[in-house]
């Protein structure tokens, strides 16, 4: 049996790429795991060896020191890898197959699942809905960010890609199905972001680079992406995206210099709880600020797609109602406008398989688009420094050399 190594939280700002068990077909004790979950079977997964796994902006919420992840849990969510185990129940995967692997966990069986809910499949989080790898409160599944990982469900959660040479060949791009590509895509999808639409993004990090992406993709005639870090903005800009810095005040104004109006048909929110505030407050957290900032921007009528991190459980939060998700939110306008609201994790499985395609048969190029750069397993600590000071790149891991 091989070993196996992966990248572990440390504390505020640490993390470190430490020895872990290989992967077994039950879900063992260990840091974060819930112990109504320690010892459940899973013969319906799979031993995947990881081929490619995504620093993400939710891990790093975590690293920050902003959720109560408990020390030494395995970091990642974001996972594509080559089947090399299977369990005795699994049918329609083989030994050799490279698939991706959906952020959020789905059994397949319950009444969400069935429904396309996966975000908040009902089986594989006993402390309530919806569960993910590697991430804090979600049932404690190991993470990704490691040599091996264990896949349950895997002949519903696992996307296999039809052609294992091109799958190599196109895997920076392949590799963003797990989780940003399909959240970037929810969020305009969300906000109802269709041919002509006119769309502002908050937030200029690979989600809403991914965004962007996605709104170019479903037809929108002008896509506006708002942040305050300018090499960020630029590679935004670098695809065709209007750009403003909102370190000069709140988008409406900006957008009005674009539009002629101060207001959007679209908005997506791929900020989050450690929002700052505009202008003059720019170095200010404030985490309603783009919440509310989307509400006064949007047309009435429109909808918002809410796509940024917002959790109830923040020991790092400027005032006691934000550390449990308490947010002081204008809904009064929302109602006012009779605006739309969707939150939550998105369903990856609703949107992966087509996103696929579109990568196949070349009519987008997401890594390129988040600058998707790879690095080793061992580098990983740097790359989250690098990415905490606001880098404008998507840090792909490379554990197995593969890429």
Excluded at 76 to 87: A, F, M
Excluded at 193 to 209: H, K
């Amino acid at each position: 049996m091989p070993g196996n190594r992966a990248v572990a939280y440390k504390g505020p700002h640490q993390v470190e790429v430490q020895d872990i068990p290989y992967p077994e077909f039950e879900l063992k004790d260990g840091p974060g795991v819930n112990p109504a979950n320690v010892g459940r079977k899973v013969p319906h997964g799979v031993i995947l060896k990881t081929v490619a796994t995504n620093i993400c902006g939710s891990d790093q919420h975590m690293v920050r020191g902003r959720t109560t992840a408990p020390v030494d849990l395995v970091l990642g969510h974001e996972i594509t890898g080559e089947v090399i185990e299977l369990g005795s129940d699994v049918e329609t995967l083989e030994v050799g197959d490279i698939v991706s692997v959906p952020f959020n966990i789905a059994c397949g069986r319950c009444k969400n699942c069935k429904e396309r809910k996966t975000g908040v499949c009902l089986n594989v989080n006993p402390d309530g809905y919806g569960s993910a790898y590697g991430y804090v409160d979600m049932g404690g599944w190991v993470g990704g960010q490691a040599e091996y990982v264990l896949v349950p469900y895997a002949d519903f959660n696992a996307l296999k890609f039809p052609d294992k040479d091109q799958a190599l060949e196109k895997m920076l791009d392949l590799t963003m199905l797990s989780d940003i590509f399909p959240t970037g895509f929810h969020g305009c999808v969300s906000a109802g972001v269709g041919v002509g639409s006119t769309v502002y993004i908050a937030g200029a990090g690979p989600v809403g680079l991914a965004a962007a992406t996605s709104a170019f993709l479903l037809g929108a005639a002008v896509v506006i992406v708002g942040d305050m870090n300018a090499k960020r903005l630029e590679k935004a800009a670098a695809f065709g995206c209007e750009t403003i810095d909102l370190t000069k005040g709140e988008p409406g104004e900006q957008i009005e210099q674009i539009l002629g109006v101060p207001e959007v048909e679209c908005a997506v929110d791929a900020v989050g709880f450690e929002a700052r505030g505009h202008g003059g407050d720019a170095g200010t957290e404030k985490p309603a600020t783009v919440l509310n900032s989307l509400m006064d921007i949007t047309g009435s009528g429109g909808s918002l797609g809410i796509i940024g991190l917002y959790v109830t459980g923040d020991p790092g939060a400027s005032d006691e109602a934000a550390k449990k998700g308490s947010l002081s939110l204008s809904l009064g306008t929302g109602w006012a406008k009779s605006l739309a609201f969707v939150t939550g994790q998105c369903p990856v499985m609703k949107y992966h398989r087509g996103l696929m395609n579109a990568i196949l048969h070349d009519r987008v190029n997401i890594a390129k688009n988040v600058n998707a750069t790879v690095i080793g397993l061992d580098e990983a600590p740097q790359g989250y420094a690098d990415f905490d000071s606001g880098t404008a790149v998507k840090y792909v891991l490379d554990p197995n050399g593969y890429l």
